[in-house]
């Protein structure tokens, strides 16, 4: 009787698990790096020369890929965005096409010059 009871509990957990992970697998991830809007729509990134006085003009920020397309990030703060500036991130989220939005879920930044190591540093 209890190893029957058992053997259910494991199975709905497992079935659980499962449909955790098919709605993770739902979301887009795309790689790119933080940009100003400004800079975006001229397909490159913010200038380092009077970097800080450049960021606080720009009023929105938006992810530029390397094929200099970009896509607007929502559900993320600017300021969240703000200190990510200039650095490589993958943002994971939802993609209206049509809008070229991404509905953020996840955003993880390169740490180091490694090609491969991210930390996720904010999450819905």
Same mark, same amino acid.
């Given at each position: 009787?209890l190893? &029957?009871?058992?053997?259910r $509990?494991?199975? $709905?957990m497992a079935?659980?698990?499962m449909?955790?992970?098919?709605?993770h697998?739902?979301a887009?991830?795309? /790689?790119?790096? /933080?940009?100003g /809007?400004?800079c975006?729509e001229s397909g490159h990134?913010c200038?380092?020369?009077?970097?800080e &006085?450049?960021?606080s003009?720009? !009023?929105q920020f938006?992810l530029l890929?390397?094929?200099k397309?970009?896509?607007?990030?929502?559900g993320i703060?600017?300021? $969240?965005?703000?200190?990510y500036?200039?650095?490589r991130v993958i943002? $994971?989220?939802?993609?209206?096409k049509d809008?070229?939005?991404?509905?953020v879920?996840e955003?993880?930044v390169q740490?180091?010059e490694?090609?491969? !190591?991210?930390e996720?540093?904010? !999450?819905?």
């Amino acid at each position: 009787m209890l190893t &029957q009871c058992l053997f259910r $509990i494991k199975k $709905i957990m497992a079935c659980f698990a499962m449909l955790t992970l098919s709605f993770h697998c739902l979301a887009d991830s795309f /790689i790119g790096q /933080i940009s100003g /809007i400004d800079c975006a729509e001229s397909g490159h990134l913010c200038p380092l020369e009077k970097f800080e &006085q450049h960021l606080s003009q720009e !009023h929105q920020f938006v992810l530029l890929t390397s094929q200099k397309h970009f896509l607007h990030l929502d559900g993320i703060s600017r300021d $969240i965005l703000l200190r990510y500036v200039s650095k490589r991130v993958i943002v $994971i989220g939802e993609l209206n096409k049509d809008k070229q939005r991404v509905q953020v879920t996840e955003l993880q930044v390169q740490q180091g010059e490694g090609l491969g !190591h991210y930390e996720s540093v904010w !999450h819905q």
